[in-house]
């Protein structure tokens, strides 16, 4: 009997293990900070291998009190971050999280991001699905230097 319920169990998880499958991100890192830095942010690939288009909505990390979806557009001749509501995954596709475009901002980060370290990133879908991503540290040439921060 106590067979049956553990079997029972896995067999209700397991639309949720294939479900995970679909999504799989690669070459994830997070740009390593200066001592009084209060911002960082991630960049990744997000590959979905499911016949659906997949929405990421949500990115959370003890790393940072603040975390959002951000992309970076030209006005005039000056690029600014903003925040999105959510970032899409095209069905049998990917999107790049890459400096200059769409990627994950880290606000009033908790204490420096250093090289050899990792932080945990939540992504949460718009299908409640939840991923967890161990994220490496990495230093990177400063190239959004130009950027302005621009919240609207």
Known sequence: MKLNKTLLSLLALAPLSFANAAIDVNDAYARATAPNATTSAVFATIENTSDHARTLVKANSQAAAVVELH??????????????????????????????????????????????????VELTFANGEVQVVTVPVKKVMAGMSKMKHAHH
Do not use: F, W
């Open 71 to 120: 992309d970076v557009v030209m006005d005039g001749e000056v690029m600014q971050m903003r925040q999105v509501e959510s970032i899409e995954i095209p069905a049998n596709g990917h999107i790049m999280l890459k400096p200059g475009s769409l990627h994950i901002m880290l606000l009033d980060i908790n204490e420096p991001l250093i090289e050899t370290q990792t932080i945990d």
